[in-house]
């Protein structure tokens, strides 16, 4: 099923987070896009991971520059620096540097991890410098990755197929990165579909082709750009094509919208619905709380531990299902306020909480469970261990 970008929505475009390996890659694969979406008024990132310090360089008038990373790194630099220019782009990060890194963790950069042409088309090199990009831990990169979803918010994260879009190894690093953390941080993942033809999502950019045109031939060292064409080291020239096609790997549903997003009185209802439920399993747990029946001999305190297990789902899935703190506060509110009031003397003399085991349990359990519940870390906030739960070997393996 085809989809126009400018007709439809399948591609949310207020906030928007490319995600790719090296310097150039972002013009050649999506840089009409880039400049679209610009247009359109969204906020575009777009996230380098390297500086393609292994990159060939074409110009001839450029000698000893390839090989010599740094020097290379700092001209792709700046060539990537106009490429944005041409694009519009005012939100580039490089992945390891500040507004790109794991809060916890001092900066760094990840360099090229390099490629080599074999029988079977791009391979990985026969050696990694410690600092490569496919050397560096995977939880480590994800964690970067998803510390710009968590500040940026996008509505969707590009980046390259799982082959990478043709067997780079930094490509194919990129794209389980990438889609592993918008996994976790719950964001709609899309990839570059290189049969634009055959796309879920073809990207009509006729009106913005001379600024990918301009992006293109800004990476001098990399792309040759004559007229409509372009070319790279690797191969001959190749029209500049006036569309770019996309395909979601990971769609969240349609019409949903987040808890944060909710209006003020939707917001408000559930907090007195939430206060509401609270005090109602209040009153069911001190009318059962002392249920212990006969078995075998013994009576085990079942109606206590169900209480408080009743008590510790309600306010625990409230904080999981609405990302925060209120909603569940209303409800253990409501809760306390009702095993409270219940466990007063009735003018008749009657306590529905004695001054029991289970009692006590009931009211000090469910105050230690709410203080729990609620002084608890967002269970939305992704962590090193959850990015990096995935098991690799360090090295340019295809994740």
């Not at 994800?142 to 799982?162: C, E, M, R, W």
């Not at 790997?249 to 007195?272: E, H, N, P, Y």
């Not at 409230?318 to 219940?342: N, P, Q, T, Y």
Request: charged residues 20%; hydrophobic residues 45%; negative net charge.
């Amino acid at each position: 099923m085809e989809s126009d970008l400018l007709a439809g929505d399948p591609l949310p475009l207020e906030r928007v987070l490319f995600v790719h390996a090296h310097p150039d890659d972002e013009s050649i694969t999506t840089g009409g896009t880039i400049a679209m979406l610009v247009e359109r008024g969204s906020q575009v990132t777009v996230v380098t991971c390297t500086r393609g310090e292994l990159g060939e360089v074409i110009p001839v008038d450029l000698p000893g520059l390839e090989g010599d990373g740094p020097a290379l790194a700092e001209v792709r630099t700046a060539e990537l620096a106009a490429a944005m220019a041409a694009l519009r782009v005012v939100d580039h990060r490089f992945l390891g540097e500040p507004g790109a890194r794991w809060l916890e963790r001092e900066p760094r950069g990840y360099t090229d991890s390099g490629m080599r042409w074999g029988p079977d088309g791009a391979g990985p090199t026969e050696s990694l410098s410690e600092d490569a990009f496919c050397a560096a831990d995977f939880g480590e990169v994800a964690a970067d990755l998803a510390t710009v979803i968590d500040a940026v918010k996008p509505g969707a994260v590009i980046s390259y197929d799982s082959n990478g879009g043709y067997g780079h190894p930094d490509h194919m690093r990129a794209h389980a990165a990438a889609r592993h953390a918008a996994e976790v941080m719950g964001v709609p993942f899309w990839i570059v579909d290189t049969d634009a033809a055959g796309s879920a999502l073809r990207v009509d950019i006729t009106a913005v082709l001379d600024r990918k045109t301009a992006a293109l031939a800004a990476h001098r060292t990399q792309i040759v750009v004559v007229g409509d064409r372009f070319s790279l080291s690797s191969g001959p020239s190749r029209l500049i094509e006036s569309v770019e096609g996309f395909t979601p790997v990971r769609t969240v549903a349609a019409g949903v919208v987040a808890w944060k997003d909710q209006s003020l009185s939707i917001r408000m209802l559930a907090w007195v619905l939430a206060a509401l439920a609270g005090a109602a399993v209040g009153g069911i747990t001190v009318v059962n709380h002392q249920f212990a029946p006969q078995i075998l001999g013994a009576t085990p305190p079942v109606g206590i531990v169900v209480s408080l297990l009743v008590i510790a789902s309600l306010l625990i899935g409230l904080r999981i299902v609405f990302s925060g703190r209120i909603v569940s506060g209303c409800a253990a509110l409501g809760l306390l306020l009702a095993v409270g009031l219940l466990s007063v003397r009735s003018p008749g003399g009657s306590v529905l909480v004695p001054a029991n085991a289970a009692g006590y349990a009931l009211t000090y359990g469910s105050l230690v469970i709410a203080g729990v519940a609620l002084a608890w870390p967002n269970f939305g906030t992704f962590s090193r261990d959850k990015l990096g739960s995935r098991t690799e070997s360090k090295g340019p393996t295809r994740p």
